[in-house]
């Protein structure tokens, strides 16, 4: 992935670069090291100058993650959109090297993408989950959910079926045909409720991870639901446009 020359010969003559890539080490304690972020980084922006150079037709749809917009200042208010970046000082403050990882990787891949006239889009998935394919998805939810307390509290713990995020990447790019553009935030759904927490840490084999060992167990009636903090209408209008073959410009 490092390889300019390499990426060039695999990208000759296509239409299209999917670039869906991501680092993780599954023998490491937090499955995603300090040592990624600059790996990651550098392969995005190998990408993109192997699409520049090599693609018949200069065009990227690039996996991010929801991760590359959530983690803002607490004094910024509001609903998280597409416009929304994390803040890279408060990745490395608290360590939340995967979303820092992620954040300028896909920083890197537009501001190279306007140097050598690529269009890309981006797609920021949520934590990805498999459901037909039982504890796949446990080890690379490791770096994601790092601060997922954090996340769960604030109303932006959102979930994404890796098979929705899959068409989703396909429907951007079709959308691209008549003006899709920009990032598009990817996700099914938000945890906004302790059961619903509980039975993802249980389905992640992460017990405590997200409510912690000594949380109190409310009652259904007791239990106020976390307002949601985060928007992907971007996609579902783009989605929507499609679907009814409708002009998709969003």
Known sequence: MEDLQSLCDAFRG????????????????SGYSEQKVFLETEVARTVME???????????????????????NENIDGIIDDSCWSSEEICRENKLWLALGKTKAEKVAWMKAKELKVNLVTVCPGLLMAPTFPNSHIQT????????????????????????????????????????????????????????????EKGLKMTGFLLGERHVVLSEEDEEEIPIKISNSKLAALLNKINQRLPCKT
């Open 141 to 200: 939810s490791i770096p994601y959910l790092k601060g997922g307390q954090m996340m769960l509290q604030q109303g932006c713990l959102a979930i994404a079926e890796v098979e929705k995020v899959a068409k989703a990447h396909v429907s951007v790019y079709e959308g691209m045909n008549c003006g899709a553009s920009g990032r598009y935030l990817c996700f099914d759904g938000v945890v906004r409720r302790q059961q619903e927490a509980i039975e993802l």
């Open 14 to 29: 296509c239409h299209a670069v999917f670039h869906t890539s991501s680092f993780i080490d599954p023998h490491g304690i």
């Open 50 to 72: 192997a699409c520049a150079k090599a693609a018949y037709i200069k065009r990227c749809v690039f996996t991010s993650s929801l991760l590359a917009s959530i983690w803002r």
